[in-house]
């Protein structure tokens, strides 16, 4: 049979064990959020990036329509001669 301190320090050891293992996840969940923000920061990067990629590929293209429009000059019709 084990002895009243033996079985503490089995408890205070179990503890310590457990509250070692409680701050081991607890630096996990860390790193794993931080590596979840820094994915997210890059993603919205990206989007963004992207967003104003498109933004001037529309801009481009209105402004060529509209120079191309305005290049075209509507053909005036002729008055038929009336005789």
Same mark, same amino acid.
């Given at each position: 049979?084990?002895?009243?301190?033996?079985?503490?320090?089995?408890? /205070?050891? $179990? =503890?310590?064990?457990?509250? &070692?293992? #409680? +701050?081991?996840?607890?630096?996990? *969940? %860390?790193? @794993?959020?931080?590596?979840?923000?820094?994915?997210?920061?890059?993603?919205?990067?990206?989007?963004? /990036?992207? $967003? =104003?990629?498109?933004?001037? &590929?529309? #801009? +481009?293209?209105?402004?060529?329509? *509209? %120079?191309? @429009?305005?290049?075209?000059?509507?053909?005036?019709?002729?008055?038929?001669?009336?005789?």
């Amino acid at each position: 049979m084990s002895s009243p301190a033996t079985s503490k320090d089995e408890m /205070r050891r $179990r =503890a310590e064990i457990r509250e &070692k293992n #409680a +701050e081991l996840r607890r630096i996990d *969940a %860390a790193r @794993a959020m931080e590596a979840q923000r820094s994915a997210q920061i890059a993603e919205q990067a990206k989007t963004a /990036r992207l $967003r =104003a990629l498109r933004l001037a &590929k529309q #801009a +481009e293209e209105a402004e060529e329509k *509209a %120079a191309a @429009a305005a290049q075209k000059t509507p053909r005036k019709k002729k008055a038929a001669a009336k005789v």
